[in-house]
Structures are given as C-alpha cells and as structure tokens.
C-alpha cells in the first residue's frame, strides 16, 4: 500500500514537472517571438497585450504622405509580414487562414469590422489602431517591430485593395462622455442591454450563450460566435471608447448592428460602461500568466512564419 501511495506521488510529481516544463518553454517562445518583433520592449509589450491591456499608439509622429513611394513601401511590408494569413491578394485566403478559428480579414470585399464611421469604410486611423494594437484572442497580433511611418504605408496599401476609398475620409461617429456617475450608468447600461435584447447572441450573463448563439453566420456564410464578455478579452480591448465604438457603429459583415440608429448617445455610453463592468479584466501578472491564456489563434499568430523576420525589410524600407 504505502508503494502504491509513493507511485502515485511519483507520477504526479512527474506530471507537475512535465506542466512547469512546458509551461518555461511556452514563455521562452513567446518571449523570443516577442523579442524578435521588436527587441526586448516589445516582450513587455506582448505580455501586456495578451494579458488583455490595451497598447498605447504613437500618433504624434506626423503620417508620412499617402503616395504611390508610400502604397508601394506598404505593399512590400504587407507582402512580408501579412499574406500568411491575408493572402497574396489580401482576400483572406492565405496558406494559414483555414488552421485559424477567427478567419482574416479579406479587405478585397469590402466588409471592415472594426471602425468608427457609419459608413462602409473605415478611416486611416481605424486601420492603425488594428495594425498597432492587434486583434485580442485572435492571431491578429500588435506590431510593436513596425515604426509608425510603416504602419501608415500598410494602411495607405491596404485602401488599394477595394474600391470603398476612392471616395474623401469618412467621419467618425461622434463618442458622447458619461452625463451620471459610473455606477448609475453601469445600472442604466444594465436595462439598456436587455432593451437592446443583447441577450439573444450574448447571452443574458455575458457568456456569449444566448439562444441565437449557435445560428449567427457573417456576410459569406461562415459560423461566427459572440463574444463572451465573462471570460474572453475584448478584442478592441477594454477601453470604454472601443467598447463605445463597437456597439454604435457595429461590426460590419456581421449580425452585430450598429445601435446608433436605435438608442440614445446616453444609452450607448451606459451600455459601454456595462460591458466594461462585466468584462475579463487584465490580470497584470506578467509573461507567465499571459502565455498560460494565450488563445489557439493567438499561439497560431506567434508561430506564422513570417513574425520571425523582423528586420529584412529595413535596409529597403529606409532608402
């Protein structure tokens, strides 16, 4: 009996081992992609970002001008870094799309999600915001390798792809600050996310678990899931102005209708606060716990091939 007990210790011990050591390698991964995207700040940076943290933007260093030098500079990026999963044509096809559960983004259609006008087209600085911070819980990550001024190129390429940019920029809906306290909006949103009937995609806890959830496809007729805001990150991420952006504007392509057409700038913003309220929060416990929640499609976006050439390009894109 007592050899039995001492096997068992030992198997345990063994499988306690086997998790700590594949747990050491999965952040020495993360680390060394991290720091191949962009020295050892971007490892802060990514353990930030897949713990959930909203990364910060450089917008104070002036856009370079939106030119044939500049779309070209942003196609040869693009080329580099994008078409794993983009494809060649940035229509979503590329050789890793189908391994992904979040499909890319296929910018030849004409159907953008995350943006902040009403109008089919999104601006240059909702395109940035994706490119800098990334996609939480998809493999969309942020580029902490790329300079401002290469974000801006890939932006002004990617507008060559469909013909939604040939018109001026379009404005941005306007985002309303609170007009009560957090906690009576908190409770406003609450009512208004049962008005809104949220509950039949997300569910009435936030669970992503409500009674459409299982019948919602997007504009080719793939199956697509609501978040679940109790224990998945945002993938806007957490701040209220993402939050208020997604629920007023919508997201294109999807069963998700932009609500600016039926409740209140009030009930938006009270809406926002509610969700915010609920939400995953970042736990702010560094690379470990971020890599322990690491999402299939966010290991996926570290192990793309094309993450691990940060600075080929460099010598051509400063000429």
């Given at each position: 009996m007592e050899q039995k007990k001492k096997s068992k210790v030992a198997v345990y011990a063994l499988a306690g081992g086997g998790v700590v050591i594949l747990?050491?390698?999965?952040?020495?991964?993360?680390t060394l992609v991290a720091k191949s995207m962009g020295g050892m700040g971007s490892v802060t940076l990514m353990a930030q970002?897949?713990?959930g943290q909203t990364l910060s933007l450089d917008l104070e260093t002036p856009p370079p001008p939106e030119n044939g030098d500049s779309i070209e500079a942003g196609k040869a990026i693009f080329e580099m870094r994008c078409i794993?999963?983009?494809?060649i044509k940035g229509?979503?096809?590329?050789?890793r799309a189908n391994e992904l559960k979040t499909r890319p983004a296929d910018f030849t259609s004409g159907f953008f999600k995350w943006k902040s006008t009403l109008d089919p087209a999104p601006t240059n600085l909702d395109l940035f915001k994706v490119i800098g911070r990334g996609l939480h819980g998809t493999a969309m990550l942020p580029w902490p390798a790329l300079r401002p001024a290469e974000t801006w190129q890939v932006v002004y390429y990617i507008k060559t792809l469909s013909d939604l940019f040939e018109e001026n920029q379009p404005?941005?809906?306007n985002i309303s600050g609170p007009t009560r306290s957090i906690p009576s909006s908190i409770l406003l949103g609450k009512k208004v996310y049962e008005k809104a009937k949220c509950y039949e995609c997300h569910g009435f806890e936030g669970r992503g678990d409500g009674q459409k959830a299982g019948k919602l496809k997007d504009y080719k007729g793939l199956p697509i899931k609501p978040r679940n805001f109790i224990e998945e990150t945002l993938?806007?991420?957490n701040e209220l102005d993402e939050i208020y952006l997604t629920i007023a504007t919508g997201l294109n392509g999807t069963p998700m209708a932009a609500y600016s057409k039926t409740l209140s700038e009030d009930e938006m913003i009270s809406l926002a606060y509610y969700i915010r309220s609920i939400a995953r929060k970042p736990a702010g416990q560094g690379m470990i716990s971020a890599?322990?929640?690491?999402?299939?499609?966010e290991q996926m976006g570290m192990m793309i091939d094309h993450v691990m050439k940060p600075n080929v390009l460099r010598p051509n894109l400063n000429k």
């Open positions: 747990l050491l390698l999965l952040v020495l991964f993360v970002w897949l713990d794993a999963c983009h494809g229509d979503g096809k590329g050789k404005k941005p809906v993938k806007r991420g890599a322990m929640h690491m999402t299939p499609d």
